[in-house]
């Protein structure tokens, strides 16, 4: 079930007793990707540390054994093709990853364009998706010009402490479930803060109410 702005998120419930427990955003990520299956039961899962729960005003879970609030949440699947990987048969291998903050796609030192898949507003204390809203069945996508210097991007960026750095004339944002990224040279794939590599292309879908998060 898709939240509208204004609507109330999330209800105090008593937590599963297969609530998973996991250190951070990132951890929870990697726990997604090896164990995520769209089509079994929702995943119950408790954050000690998240960006995703500043939406809520808290910093992680505090872990109960009463009442915790549980808010539905979706998760954001990402398809990609690594640079310079070809298979026995000479094709690219695409792999998969899952996550619920967010990704972004640039070149080393923040050269040329820069585009952020966010399923939440806040990534490192700055509100680079003011529109954003957790839950929504989309994520927001927020794209940096290649003809931006690094000067204006380290401006924006500053800006985006208040999320006063929109509109921009060289920042595209739009809200959307799918998304893809087409490249026409390799750049890094960065989730949740790490680092995947060079990819040439990515694909980015919305998986709507996948995961109970709770606080």
Same mark, same amino acid.
């Given at each position: 079930?898709?939240?509208? *702005?204004?609507?109330? /998120?999330?209800?105090?419930?008593?937590?599963?007793?297969?609530?998973?427990?996991?250190?951070?955003?990132?951890?929870?990520?990697?726990?997604?990707?090896?164990?995520?299956?769209?089509?079994?039961?929702?995943?119950?899962?408790?954050?000690?540390?998240?960006?995703?729960?500043?939406?809520?005003?808290?910093?992680?879970?505090?872990?109960?054994?009463?009442?915790?609030?549980?808010?539905?949440?979706?998760?954001?699947?990402?398809?990609?093709?690594?640079?310079?990987?070809?298979?026995?048969?000479?094709?690219?291998?695409?792999?998969?990853?899952?996550?619920?903050?967010?990704?972004?796609?640039?070149?080393?030192? /923040?050269?040329?364009?820069?585009?952020?898949?966010?399923?939440?507003?806040?990534?490192?204390?700055?509100? %680079?998706?003011?529109?954003?809203?957790?839950?929504?069945?989309?994520?927001?996508?927020?794209?940096?010009?290649?003809?931006?210097?690094?000067?204006? *991007?380290?401006?924006?960026? *500053?800006?985006?402490?208040?999320?006063?750095?929109?509109?921009?004339? *060289?920042?595209?944002?739009?809200?959307?479930?799918?998304?893809?990224?087409?490249?026409?040279?390799?750049?890094?794939?960065?989730?949740?803060?790490?680092? %995947?590599?060079?990819?040439?292309?990515?694909?980015?879908?919305?998986?709507?109410?996948?995961?109970?998060?709770? /606080?």
């Amino acid at each position: 079930m898709t939240i509208r *702005k204004g609507q109330n /998120w999330g209800t105090y419930v008593e937590p599963p007793d297969e609530l998973i427990k996991v250190k951070d955003d990132l951890a929870a990520a990697n726990f997604l990707t090896s164990h995520f299956d769209s089509s079994t039961s929702v995943v119950n899962l408790a954050i000690a540390e998240s960006q995703i729960g500043r939406t809520l005003g808290v910093k992680g879970a505090e872990f109960r054994h009463d009442r915790m609030l549980l808010t539905p949440f979706d998760v954001v699947e990402v398809t990609y093709t690594p640079s310079h990987r070809p298979t026995k048969q000479c094709g690219s291998q695409v792999e998969r990853r899952f996550f619920m903050g967010f990704s972004l796609i640039r070149r080393r030192f /923040w050269l040329g364009g820069v585009t952020m898949i966010l399923n939440s507003p806040f990534v490192n204390g700055r509100n %680079f998706a003011p529109r954003a809203h957790p839950n929504d069945g989309r994520f927001d996508v927020i794209a940096f010009d290649e003809s931006m210097k690094i000067s204006q *991007k380290f401006a924006a960026f *500053k800006l985006a402490k208040s999320g006063s750095h929109l509109p921009h004339p *060289k920042i595209r944002y739009i809200q959307a479930p799918e998304h893809s990224v087409d490249l026409d040279r390799p750049c890094e794939l960065v989730i949740e803060g790490q680092n %995947f590599g060079s990819v040439d292309r990515c694909v980015f879908r919305v998986i709507p109410d996948s995961v109970n998060l709770y /606080w």
